[in-house]
């Protein structure tokens, strides 16, 4: 039977069974059979609707309605107007903000409250009672509008839909999926095994800020935009960030037993990435990425691995760390100088200059033509193929150029000492600052008088002219600057090297 009210404001309550109502104009109370089954139409005015029975239909309409399930299993469409939609403790009801294409309306969809008995009318108004959320296994669909839907306990299902929405998981339930869709949308997941998505079209979206809650396990996808990605409390989440310049923040993830094991990318786009633990896996993707590790305990325990991916990026590592930059022009860094390094592909910048640690770091450099510079320690350098320079500052450094024309640096008296593995004659060579190691005049190369080769070399053997100059001794394969031209000190190793005899032209001045 189907009973139309007038347009007045009615109070009506189903009380013999199931039956359709239509309330037309007015501000309507209605509330259904508690047995379940009902159809009720809220159509104008600001309504309040009740299903305080099983698959029931609640349908707002115009204007600001306030729909409530008592029971669950019912579905609630708000339609027109910024609605307010209440689901049960039982679960399993589906709340739709806005049941066509062109109603719109910033409605908000809410679980029911704990631990209570279903709510009368009047509770309904006045609030009813506090407590925790438990209801479960939910279906909130916003539709148009800047929507706001809080869940109500585990296993709910939530749609933002177009608009800017904010969507929230109860703290203590599991196994949420949550949606913006398009809009620039907030959602903030619950416990364990969320799936957090900032859109549910890849090919649609919004700038969404997503915050992964306090359980482990949680998916988070920000799709396409600028999103915000925030890991929770827990462990073993997965991140991605999807099309767009994404920001992914595990830095205050979880700690102890809960710690890290996050898998963090930022897929496409020019993305900023912070790792939350020793345990993660960055990955940066296309574009120009930056990426920034957990520093590890020592080379066994060691720290969060970074991989630059495509693209020209930026790797800070912060100690007992693997940077490896993959493909294009990457700049990376590190801050104590105890990570290793491998620049893959490109033209790569690798820059230990700042390290403060008691130990040194080791280079793959890479295929491209790399720039290497070392720390004040102990460094290993391989240039690899392409036309490298490598410059090792201070400490003694094993370096090998690697294929490719190679330059071998050096700035400061400071920067001597090292070892140079691959020297090539006539292919690689050796750069100085003049003005730092004893006056030199800039030059492509020596003349014969400033470079000597001999056995040994005490301050003046072989020496033809005046100071400084350099040294070559066969015996020994050190290359040896003299500042003074006597046997008086001001002789320096500037490096041992293996390989073919250094001659004027593998010395360049500059």
């Given amino acids: 039977m189907t009973q139309i009210l007038d347009d007045n404001s009615n109070v009506y309550q189903l009380i013999q069974g199931p039956d359709t109502i239509i309330a037309l104009g007015g501000n309507d109370l209605v509330q259904s059979f508690s047995g379940g089954g009902s159809l009720i139409f809220g159509n104008a005015d600001a309504d309040l609707l009740f299903a305080q029975g099983t698959n029931d239909t609640l349908d707002g309409g115009q204007d600001i309605d306030q729909l409530t399930s008592s029971k669950g299993s019912s579905l ?22 806005d049941g066509d294409t062109l ?12 631990s209570e008995a279903p709510l009368s009318p009047v509770e309904s108004l006045l609030g009813g009672a506090a407590g925790g959320l438990i209801a479960t296994n939910n279906y909130y669909f916003g539709n148009q509008g800047n929507d706001t839907i809080s869940g109500s306990g585990s296993g709910e299902t939530m749609f933002g839909g177009q608009g800017n929405d904010v969507l929230t998981a109860t703290a203590t339930s599991t196994r949420n999926f949550l949606s913006g869709d398009v809009g620039n949308d907030t959602i903030i997941g619950g416990g364990a095994n969320d799936t957090l998505l900032g859109d549910f079209d890849p090919a649609g979206g919004g700038n969404d800020s997503v915050v992964g809650g306090e359980g482990n396990k949680v998916y988070i996808n920000g799709n396409i935009g600028n999103d915000t990605l925030e890991v929770g409390a827990g462990a073993q989440s997965t991140v991605n960030g999807g099309q767009g310049d994404d920001s992914i923040d595990a830095a205050d993830a979880g700690t102890g037993d809960d710690a890290g094991e996050f898998y963090l990318s930022g897929d496409r786009g020019n993305d900023t990435i912070l790792a939350g ?44 760390q693997k940077l490896i930059g993959e493909a294009g022009n990457d700049y990376l860094f590190s801050a104590t100088g105890t990570d290793f390094f491998d620049a893959g592909d490109g033209n790569d910048t690798l820059d230990a200059s700042q390290g403060i640690s008691t130990t040194g770091i080791v280079w793959v450099a890479g295929n491209g033509n790399d720039l290497l510079i070392g720390s004040s320690l102990v460094d290993q350098m391989n240039g690899g193929a392409g036309n490298d320079i490598l410059s ?25 000492g090292d070892q140079i ?5 006539g292919t690689d060579k050796f750069i100085f600052q003049g003005a730092n190691i004893g006056g030199f005049p800039a030059a492509s190369g020596l003349n014969d008088a400033q470079l000597v080769i001999v056995s040994t070399y005490n301050g ?8 400084p100059l350099f040294a070559f001794e066969t015996a020994t394969k050190n290359l040896v600057l003299d500042t003074n031209g006597t046997t008086e000190g001001g002789t320096f190793v500037v490096a041992t090297v293996f390989g073919g005899t250094v001659t004027e032209n593998d010395i360049q001045i500059i």
């Fill in 76 to 97: 609630l469409f708000g339609r027109e107007g910024d609605d307010i939609l209440n689901s049960s403790t039982a679960g399993r009801d589906t709340l739709i903000g």
């Fill in 103 to 114: 109603g719109g309306g910033d409605d908000s969809l809410v679980g029911a409250a704990a």
């Fill in 277 to 320: 633990s020793v345990s993660d896996s960055v990955y940066g993707g296309d574009d120009n990425d930056y990426l920034s590790g957990v520093e590890g305990t020592s080379e066994i325990e060691q720290g969060t691995v970074l991989f630059g991916g495509n693209g020209s990026d930026v790797i800070l590592g912060a100690g007992y």
């Fill in 392 to 416: 090792g500052a201070e400490g003694a450094d094993l370096m090998t150029g690697g294929d490719g024309q190679d330059r071998f640096q050096y700035l400061t008296l400071g920067d001597f």
């Fill in 421 to 425: 593995g691959d020297f090539v004659s």
């Fill in 460 to 467: 003046t053997t072989g020496a033809s002219g005046t100071a």
